[in-house]
C-alpha cells in the first residue's frame, strides 16, 4: 500500500467530533510550522526524503506525504504522490503566488495570514492574487430567454412555440 494510500486511509477515517479535532488540530498545528519555515526561507527549497523531512517536523511518512498532498499543487514541479515511498528525495520549491492563491482557496485564513507573508508579497500582490481568486467563484447566470422572444436556435419562431415545447 502507497504512503499516499495510506494517508487517504488515515484522513478519511471515522472519528468522533473530539477525536476528529483532535486529529485534525494536531495535523495543522504540524503543517503551521512547515509553511511558517517555507516562508521565512523562500529562496530554499526544503530538500531531503520525504522521512527524513517528516521527522524533521514532528511527523511520520505518512503523514508528511499528508503535508505534501496540500502543497503538491504550489509546487513549480508537482509529484505523482501514488509513487512516493518514504525513501524519495522531494524538493519543495514553491511557487508563492500559486501557494496564497491555494490558501485562499482552501480557506485556510491560518496560512494566509501569516505574518511571513508581509515581506513576501505587498498588500497590492495580495489583493490581485485575492481578486482573481474571487473572480473565480462569481457565478455569472446567462440571461434568460422570454417566451416571446425569437428562439437561440435561430428558426425564427418565437421561443414559445419552438424550443420551449422540447
Do not use: H
Not at 65 to 77: A, P, R
Amino acid at each position: 500500500m502507497s504512503l499516499f494510500t495510506k494517508w487517504r486511509a488515515l484522513a478519511e477515517t471515522e472519528r468522533t467530533q473530539e477525536e476528529y479535532n483532535a486529529f485534525w488540530g494536531e495535523y495543522l498545528q504540524k503543517e503551521q510550522a512547515v509553511y511558517e519555515v517555507i516562508l521565512e526561507n523562500p529562496n530554499e527549497p526544503l530538500t531531503g526524503t520525504v522521512a527524513a523531512l517528516g521527522k524533521k517536523y514532528g511527523m511520520d511518512s505518512t503523514t508528511f506525504l499528508g503535508f505534501l498532498d496540500g502543497i503538491n499543487t504550489s509546487l513549480k514541479e508537482a509529484y505523482d504522490l501514488e509513487d512516493l515511498k518514504a525513501t524519495n528525495k522531494v524538493i519543495l520549491d514553491v511557487d508563492l503566488e500559486k501557494l496564497y492563491y491555494n490558501m485562499l482557496d482552501a480557506q485556510a485564513d491560518w496560512l494566509y495570514d501569516l505574518p511571513q507573508w508581509d515581506s513576501l508579497l505587498d498588500e497590492n500582490q495580495r489583493k490581485d492574487i485575492k481578486k482573481s481568486y474571487s473572480a473565480t467563484k462569481t457565478v455569472v447566470k446567462d440571461r434568460k430567454v422570454g417566451r416571446n422572444e425569437p428562439c437561440p436556435c435561430g428558426s425564427g419562431k418565437k421561443y414559445k412555440q419552438c424550443c420551449l415545447n422540447k
